[in-house]
């Protein structure tokens, strides 16, 4: 009985750590583009996740040269309202996985993947690259996102 407790008490601890060291990935990124929006932008008061929330949920139309075609999309449109819960790509129907670093331990662990994510999401949404001050806010404001929505 005391071996199964202190086999699951070793478990639930690397299962924090592990966590929290995925959370660290992602606050180090988050400075990292606070750090370049505040070269680029000496104005920039730093990381702000009701920003980042904004920028999340911000409706862009996107025009398809027909009006009947053209739609509306955010990023909440595939990874839902709450970014702590599973996604779903609104074209494919494919499944993705929780957004917020804090649930999905594979989110933000490497900066070359982010950085390709963004540079296809942002183009595919707004049309153009995301500024580092919306990408460390972006951050900021899935760092705040930890408890997936109750299920109905």
Known sequence: MKYTNLVLAALLGF???S???DVASAEKMEKLYTTIAKSVTPTYAG???E???EFYNRKITQFKGNTKDNK???CASCHTANPADKGKHIVTGKSI???SPV???KRFSDLDKVEDKFTKHCN???GADCKPEEKADFIAYLLTESTPSAKK
């Open 15 to 17: 299962t924090a750590l």
């Open 19 to 21: 966590a929290k060291a």
């Open 47 to 49: 990381p702000n996740a």
């Open 51 to 53: 920003a980042g929330k």
């Open 72 to 74: 509306e999309v955010a």
């Open 97 to 99: 996985k929780p957004l």
């Open 103 to 105: 649930v999905n331990d």
């Open 124 to 126: 595919e949404i707004i």
